[in-house]
Structure formats: C-alpha cells, structure tokens
C-alpha cells in the first residue's frame, strides 16, 4: 500500500481534459513538502513532468500543469492526445520515514 | 549534461546477493546525493533508500534494513547498491535518482532458481 493515494486509472477522449489527484498526509504533503509528478511509458523510466508543485521541466508541454492544497496535490492534462496514454505517478518527501514516498500510480487511457 | 549510467541486466539464485553500479557524469557527484528506486513487474515505484555522496551517510526503507547497503566510490563518481539474500520478489528494476530530475536508465534484476 503506497502512502500517497492515488487513483489506479483515469480516462479521457482526445482533446479533453483529465485530473488525477494524489493525496498524502501531515508528514508529507501536508507537511508542506513538494509534489513531483513523473509519466511513465512502457519499458522506460520515470520521466519527470512537473517539480515543485507546479512547475514544467523545459520540453514539457505546457497541457501539463499541478497544483497543491493541504494534504493533497493535483495533476491537469488538457487537450489529451493518444501520445499522453501512460502511468502516472506522484511523489513527495516524507518527514516520519526520512525519505521518498510514491502514490500508486495512475493509468491514463486515451479512449 | 548530466547522466546516471547503470550497470546491465543480472540473474541472482534466491539467497544470492546483487550489486548494481551507478555512475554519475556532468556535475560534481559529491555536491547530491543518490536515491534508489526499484519497480517490480506490473507495480509501482518503491523508494529503497538514500546516500549522500558527500560523507556517505545512509538512509534505508525500513523494509530493506539489514538486507540493503549503498556506498560510493568518489573516484569513479559511481554509486552502488547491494541486496543481500533475494528473493523472487526482490525481482524488479532498479534505478537510481539523484533528484527529481535525473534517474538513471534502469537495471532488470531478476532473481529466479
């Protein structure tokens, strides 16, 4: 059981847009650490989408865009295209653990 | 540029023990340190521990102490992380990460009689 809660899969047509929530806890997100969001594409490692809450690595489309309040944190994914299909992961730093701690991950469907 | 370059793919007997390397290039390794990550098959991502490149101070998941070491070698620039006594489910993928921004490309340890 992973300690940051996510949904296991999300769905959207082309062009529209799709939330995917990560929601953690007083020792970590709510302890006013940063959420990171990495997309995952089969076989490949984490590629980082968004650091520090809201903020885009350069390349990153700027469809992508997170946000964060109290205990839990966001991902946006607007205009959705068939290339955006892949596993979507949270990621924050936990206080009690002394270390990283992931949601479960997210699989987002282009339908 | 920054890179993270793992070691390749292993096969480990259960009770055996695996130790991939990490090396690291375009910055100064001793200014981060290094997370390691593993991923079992169809699962998600399981932070396994961290050290600091610096003085080699060490934190570990509570579920791997006693079985997981990681050291560097400053010389080489290269971080390594042992498993100790494997088991089936110990068969994933491993990456290393020296932030958010940098992983490495994955090593396949897989641990199968």
């Known amino acids: 059981q992973s300690v940051l809660t996510q949904p296991p899969s999300v769905s959207g047509a082309p062009g529209q847009r799709v939330t995917i929530s990560c929601t953690g806890s007083s020792s970590n997100v709510g302890a006013r650490y940063d959420v990171h969001w990495y997309q995952q594409l089969p076989g490949t490692a984490p590629k980082l989408l968004i650091f520090g809450n809201n903020n885009r690595p350069s390349g990153v489309p700027d469809r992508f865009s997170g946000s964060k309040s109290g205990t839990s944190a966001s991902l946006a994914v607007s205009g959705l295209q068939a290339e955006d299909e892949a596993d979507y992961y949270c990621?924050?730093?936990?206080?009690?653990?002394?270390?990283?701690?992931f949601g479960g991950g997210t699989k987002l469907t282009v339908l | 540029q920054v890179q993270l370059v793992q070691s390749g793919a292993e096969v480990k007997r259960p009770g055996a023990s695996v130790k991939v390397s990490c090396k690291a290039s375009?910055?100064?390794?001793?200014?981060?340190?290094i997370n390691w990550v593993r991923q079992a098959p169809g699962q998600g991502l399981e932070w396994m521990g961290w050290?600091?490149?610096?003085?080699?101070?060490?934190n570990y998941a509570q579920k791997l102490q006693g079985r997981v070491t990681m050291t560097t070698d400053t010389s080489s620039s290269t971080a390594y992380m042992e498993l100790g006594s494997l088991r089936s489910d110990d068969t994933a993928v491993y990456y290393c990460?020296?932030?958010?921004?940098?992983w490495g490309q994955g090593t396949l340890v897989t641990v199968s009689s």
């Open positions: 990460a020296r932030d958010h921004h940098y």
């Open positions: 050290i600091s490149a610096y003085n080699g101070n060490t």
């Open positions: 990621q924050s730093y936990d206080i009690s653990l002394s270390g990283w701690v």
């Open positions: 375009g910055y100064t390794f001793t200014s981060y340190g």
